[in-house]
């Protein structure tokens, strides 16, 4: 079955006009090539991912603002099908291996069709994971301080359910200035409670600032406050250790990369029989540790109410992660070329010409991305808004709610101000 790009979809350059208005406008589209529309290619797949803007820790690197994965999922016998294309390829660049930033988009454009043909000829899928690195530190100081295990500030009903959780933790986060965050990430790495402390009377006085003006509704200042004034006070106790490992990009990326394998089994019956991740040896450890657990279950996050999400095991995988260097593997190689083109295909705002720009056109629409950015938590925040609101409550329910949260609010006020044994 053959495709051409929807001519009336959105541009996959990122314009926000329709393909047809954009690059596939007489002026500046060439014709698209027919490829196959990926299918299900039975119940077992091998899934290959790469890195790029590889930095962990070091968030805060003006040049490499954004942390990405690109992850390739093929029949079995991909590598016996791709090893004489890739060949070919190889001979036409005068390279040794196919590496995104050593071909260039000139380099790319010499092969792009034929890798548009090897991709859609197997059906392969494309699956990509985007993290802000400045939003990734707030994200991080939000779990940090509105964890109700740690600061008695908070309880489990503001910090629990995505209902709240996701206003009050995008409400925190947008106290926060980028000298901010930097302080923060300094504090959480050296796990250094007196910096932490002293860093949070900034979002307190802003925080002020927005209550003066109506910014926030009085019981989110309260919320905020309260939770900030606590930390202040008791900081070891939030910071609870400080920095670990996992608390790096390289890391969630795996998770947010595992939970779309997830839905893909969901949505094909795909298995990965194996998973192969670039080599590089700082954080392998890590990124196979959080496999390991979160290969097994899936989390259903539907009920916007629930303390906590559901858990559900998952047959999704049944392998290993295992990590393998380019030069073995030719998907690590096809997948590093097609994640710098993607790249660069959008900062450019799909200015590019050529094989390299219908290869990148059919990967973007094809593909799949999560980001984990500011914008998509404010649209995550506004959908558990609209979902909460568009609930049916009679009176009787609405009475009983509000006597309720009168007696977590008591619970909590009252753990917020117990006296806390010596740190």
Not at 47 to 61: I, K, Q, R
Not at 210 to 229: G, M, S
Request: hydrophobic share 35%.
């Amino acid at each position: 079955m053959s495709k051409k790009f929807p001519v009336n979809a959105l541009c996959p350059c990122g314009s926000g006009k329709k393909y047809k208005k954009c690059h596939g406008s007489a002026r500046t589209a060439e014709k698209t090539p027919l490829l196959r529309t990926p299918e299900t290619f039975g119940e077992d797949c091998i899934a290959y991912t790469d890195e790029s803007g590889n930095s962990g820790s070091h968030l805060f690197d003006k040049d490499q603002p954004e942390f990405w994965t690109g992850t390739l999922v093929t029949p079995p016998d991909f590598e016996k099908i791709a090893a004489p294309v890739v060949t070919e390829c190889l001979s036409i660049v005068g390279q040794k291996e196919l590496h995104g930033n050593a071909l260039g988009l000139s380099g790319i454009d010499k092969i792009g069709d034929k890798l548009g043909h090897l991709f859609g000829g197997t059906g392969a899928q494309f699956l990509f994971t985007k993290i802000d690195k400045l939003h990734f530190a707030g994200a991080k100081f939000a779990d940090t301080l509105l964890d109700s295990g740690t600061n008695n500030a908070m309880s489990l009903v503001q910090y629990g359910p995505s209902a709240t959780r996701l206003p009050l933790a995008l409400q925190l986060i947008q106290l926060l200035r980028k000298d901010d965050l930097g302080r923060w990430w300094k504090a959480f790495e050296g796990n250094d409670a007196q910096g932490f402390s002293k860093m949070m009377e900034g979002p307190l006085k802003r925080l002020e600032t927005f209550e003066k003006n109506n910014v926030y509704d009085p019981r989110t200042v309260r919320l905020l406050r309260d939770a900030l004034t606590w930390a202040v006070a008791h900081p070891k106790r939030v910071l609870e250790g400080g920095f670990s490992p996992l608390d790096t990009p390289n890391v969630v990326a795996v998770t947010l990369v595992v939970n779309m394998l997830h839905n893909l089994h969901e949505e094909t019956g795909a298995r990965v029989v194996t998973f192969i991740h670039d080599e590089q040896n700082q954080f392998i450890k890590h990124i196979k540790f959080i496999h390991s657990h979160s290969k097994q279950f899936q989390l259903d996050t539907s009920n916007i109410c629930a303390p906590l999400p559901s858990v559900r095991g998952a047959l999704t995988f049944g392998c290993d992660l295992e990590s393998r260097t380019s030069d073995k593997r030719v998907g690590l190689q096809l997948i590093d070329t097609v994640l710098w083109l993607v790249r660069r295909f959008l900062k450019l705002k799909g200015e590019v010409d050529g094989a390299a720009r219908r290869l990148a056109i059919y990967v973007v629409a094809t593909g799949n991305i999560t980001t984990f950015d500011r914008p998509t938590m404010i649209k995550q925040a506004e959908s558990v808004c609209q979902q909460l609101y568009a609930r049916p409550l009679t009176e009787e329910q609405m009475r009983k709610g509000r006597k309720l949260m009168r007696e977590f609010e008591e619970n909590r006020v009252a753990r917020m101000n117990a006296v806390v044994e010596d740190e």
